[in-house]
């Protein structure tokens, strides 16, 4: 079955300390998506990817990084600069096909506790 | 500029009573809509969608959704809610500048027997 996985789904880092969440997709699609979500506050867009070796800040890149070397994959390091990392974290993806357009298909994400 | 406008944060219905969920949208172009949904510490579900043609679309689970465009909403809708229809509820708009999607911040539902 074509979909999203997510890995780990629960993570505990220590303070300072880099994490990378990751994002594996076998649905063929050509964009990828990185969302951080807070109670009350919603999605909010961090990084996206339209293609491989490409990809954009969103609205609160700050304190993540991430890469695109493959169609499939499209990793997201947590670095120290982040200030509050301690958040649920989705990754998505969509084709351009006709009848998909604009359509994302989620994860079932990660849950990231700094201590 | 973009936005989509949840005004409810949270709702709580009897199981059985109907429900609709408001979501207001501010774009510059005839906007693809979506209604999405979340179970407590899962991935969002896609409901449905609206891209072009009939302003009243069905979704999966029994929803619908109805696109007044003189109104600027996609408002959801269900005749008689389920114990299991209790999580949250997103509604989108897009695509914009390379297909993202502009969420709003949601409404949970909660669902009393």
């Known amino acids: 079955d074509g979909g999203i996985t997510q890995s780990p789904k629960y993570l505990f880092r220590k303070e300072g300390q880099n994490v990378t969440l990751s994002c594996e997709q076998n649905?063929?699609?050509?964009?990828m998506y990185w969302y951080r979500q807070d109670p009350g506050q919603g999605l909010r867009l961090i990084y996206y990817s339209q293609i491989v070796n490409d990809f954009q800040k969103g609205d609160i890149a700050e304190g993540y990084s991430v890469s695109r070397e493959k169609k499939e994959s499209f990793p997201l390091t947590v670095t120290s600069a982040q200030k509050n990392p301690t958040a649920f974290y989705l990754c998505?993806?969509?084709?351009?096909?006709?009848?998909?357009?604009?359509?994302?298909?989620f994860g079932p994400g990660t849950r990231l506790t700094v201590l | 500029a973009q936005s989509v406008t949840q005004p409810d944060i949270h709702i709580t219905v009897s199981e059985g009573a109907s429900l609709e969920l408001r979501c207001n949208y501010s774009y510059g172009a005839t906007p693809y809509l979506f209604w999405y949904v979340q179970s407590p510490g899962q991935g969002l579900q896609l409901l449905l969608k609206?891209?072009?043609?009939?302003?009243l679309v069905q979704g999966i689970k029994g929803f619908e959704a109805e696109f007044k465009r003189s109104q600027s909403s996609f408002n959801l809708r269900k005749p008689s809610v389920h114990w299991s229809d209790a999580a949250e509820y997103f509604c989108a708009v897009g695509p914009y500048n390379t297909d993202k999607l502009i969420f709003g911040t949601g409404t949970r539902l909660q669902v009393f027997p």
């Open positions: 998505a993806s969509s084709t351009k096909d006709r009848g998909l357009r604009g359509e994302q298909f």
């Open positions: 649905l063929n699609h050509d964009a």
């Open positions: 609206y891209f072009s043609g009939d302003t």
